[in-house]
């Protein structure tokens, strides 16, 4: 829909978009070739854009990695309801946990640097935004695997989140051994049965 002269609003210009498509291009590329540490000034460089145009479009890395990453977030937690529906609710939280460990591996662990960390008042509301939602979906599918399931009571969704992300961290620092996420995540703990305490 075109904005009326009146709404306040202006359509962004067509060499605005380019300009912001190829700073996620090039941000994609640097951060997969230079993990949590790239550099913005040459993410801008690699797009072929001033370091200000950048700025413009994303004040800060947070900002950047929401628009890299927000649609992925979005599929992570649409997955996650629909595992709500699995026959096995302990199987359904370890197949959500795997998509978000293989996700957190995403650009060389840059992913899982960010989404490790708990928000903070200086955090972008987006990517808190995105905290919230991965965080309520794995709340829904871990609460249904201890009621449901076999999954201790004792879980934290936090803290598998956080092993799941630490999990991925570590598969990355040996990108040969391709089965090594597979069995570090085996290693949680979810759908064992527990013996009642005495």
Known sequence: M?????????????????????????????????????????????????????????????????????????????????LLEHPSPDEALRIWLRA???????????????????????????LAACHHMIHATGTALLGRAQHHGNSPAQLDIADLLMLANAIAWASEQTPADTGLLDRLLALINIGVPHPPPS
Not at 12 to 31: C, H, S, T, Y
Not at 100 to 120: D, E, F, K, S
């Open 100 to 126: 978000i460990a293989r996700h957190a591996t995403a650009m060389r662990g840059l992913v899982a640097t960010q989404m490790i960390a708990q928000p903070t008042p200086e955090t972008s509301t987006a």
């Open 2 to 82: 075109k904005s009326s002269p009146g709404d306040g609003r202006r359509p962004q210009r067509a060499d605005a978009r380019d300009n912001r498509e190829r700073l996620l291009q090039a941000a994609r590329a640097v951060f997969t070739e230079q993990g949590p540490h790239a550099s913005l000034n040459k993410i801008a460089q690699r797009a072929g854009v001033g370091p200000g145009t950048l700025y413009r479009h994303f004040p800060n890395l947070q900002a950047l990695l929401v628009a890299i990453i927000g649609g992925d977030v979005e599929a992570l937690c649409s997955q996650g309801r629909e």
